[in-house]
């Protein structure tokens, strides 16, 4: 029996990126405008939050934005007031402190942006993951800033782990070399799997092509058609984080999946 009772999927922005940053080898020559997500969960245990977003603060701030973005000849990403994560948490009637579980994907850039935000929290993520966002290895798509603080209260977990009743975690490394995806079991919906950088688009899911940012390409591919396997066993619904299309068809907040 699922303890989740609502999915809602909070829109907080958009990246501006060559296609190719989402399919491997595949439309460079392609701007795209990628939406940036989080997924909210109401559970009979409390707010459990999915991602933390992009902060702002780096294109709102012109010096940040020079340091991270332009100077690197990247884009910035845009969020308007009404993507703002506090806005949209607001519309629902949810304030930070209300959240007392955070889970990360990974630890890129739109990924764990208002993790600050969150000290009271609890903050779960694959060991792999947070050693590797804290070593000297890891690319410019993470920003130490956004996890950097002693008073993020981290538990580390391995592999494929339950959080509450209805919600799981898939271990799906390739993207990074600590990925993880969820599986949400709703009364009503029934089964909602979400990849997050998994795989970006549908194309990635009904061609199996690889993100274009990987550290294991066969990781990443058999992550891939794992949560094709989920979604074909469940009946389930594949939600997506970055497609700019599917979005479009989607619930977005204050609606919510049930
Ligand atoms: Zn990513």
Known sequence: MTSVRRLYVLLV?????PKSVSTKD????????????????NTASGWILLDAGFDSIYVRDKDLAEKYFHSAGIYPPIVTPEDELAFQMQQIGVTYR??????????HLDHAGHLKRFHHAQVFIQRKEHEHGFSAARPTSYFLEDYNS?????????????????LRFLSTRGHTPGHQSAIVELPKSGTCVLPFDAGDLQENFDEEILPGECVDDEAALVSIRR????????????????????????????????
């Open 13 to 17: 922005g958009y990246e501006i990126l």
């Open 26 to 41: 595949r439309g460079a020559r392609f701007t795209m405008c990628e939406p940036i997500c989080c997924y909210l969960l």
């Open 98 to 107: 209300d959240v007392t579980r955070v889970v990360l994907s990974h630890l």
């Open 150 to 166: 002693p008073d993020i209260d981290w538990h580390l977990c391995e592999g494929d782990w339950e959080l509450v009743p209805g």
């Open 227 to 258: 949560l094709n396997k989920v979604v074909a066993e469940t009946r389930g619904r594949l939600i997506l984080f970055h497609d700019p299309v599917a979005i479009q068809r989607l619930r977005l907040a204050p609606a919510f999946y049930d």
